[in-house]
């Protein structure tokens, strides 16, 4: 089945709590939160803080993505706040299988998250571990970039991967999935969709939420 995981870094952080409301009522199924430390990624959002102040108005699945440097040290903090899923970079952990094993001992769900240039092939042997791979289809930092196309490529390549193995990990995309680019993701074999600017960005949300989500499920039947 396909789901909508509406990413507040587009949303209204002034009337946060109204938005992932709407988002829900839209039929998002986990709230996506982006993690940055302005040296991972060109830019500084928000932390463990504001996933415990979300924890508080949904009882939606918190989906953290870490696009920090020593994810390590903060996957205790983001457990406490009442995080449910916690992916970290591929290219931010020297000890991969290690950080994974934290998420899990911790209670949360693990995944990894792979940059637009870096191969699928590079996680083989840990993709038993994950409950999710986060596919990034733009350069990760900002909200609002382009679609990098030959992510579909990748979506592809992991699909093909859960089937030969059969295992049941989720593949998830993140950056750039709107109207436009949606059903092409999905018919990839991406069933997470990650969406700020697409369901945040026309002050919308609910409607939004609704519309794109409707054109993903069509998508997938097609």
Request: glycine fraction near 8%.
């Amino acid at each position: 089945m396909v789901e909508l995981l509406p990413s507040i870094l587009s949303a209204d952080f002034a009337h946060l709590a109204d938005e992932v409301a709407a988002a829900e009522r839209g039929g998002g199924t986990a709230i996506h939160v982006d993690m940055m430390d302005g040296h991972f990624v060109p830019n500084i959002t928000i932390g463990p803080p504001v996933v415990k102040c979300l924890r508080k108005v949904t009882s939606l699945p918190l989906d953290c993505h870490l696009m920090i440097e020593n994810p390590n040290e903060f996957i205790p903090a983001f457990a406490e706040a009442g995080a449910n899923w916690v992916s970290v970079h591929y290219e931010a952990c020297p000890h991969l299988h290690r950080s994974l094993q934290l998420i899990a001992h911790h209670g949360m769900k693990p995944g990894v998250v792979l940059n637009p240039a870096t191969r699928v092939e590079l996680i083989l042997d840990i993709l038993p571990m994950v409950h999710h791979v986060l596919i990034m289809s733009v350069n990760p930092g900002f909200g609002g970039q382009e679609f990098i196309p030959f992510s579909l490529d990748k979506i592809r390549r992991l699909a093909e991967l859960r089937q030969e193995l059969g295992l049941a990990f989720r593949i998830e995309v993140d950056g750039g999935v709107a109207h436009d680019t949606v059903a092409r993701v999905v018919q990839a074999g991406a069933d997470l969709l990650v969406a700020g600017n697409a369901v945040f960005g026309a002050g919308c949300t609910e409607q939004d939420a609704r519309s794109l989500l409707a054109a993903a499920r069509k998508a997938a039947n097609e």
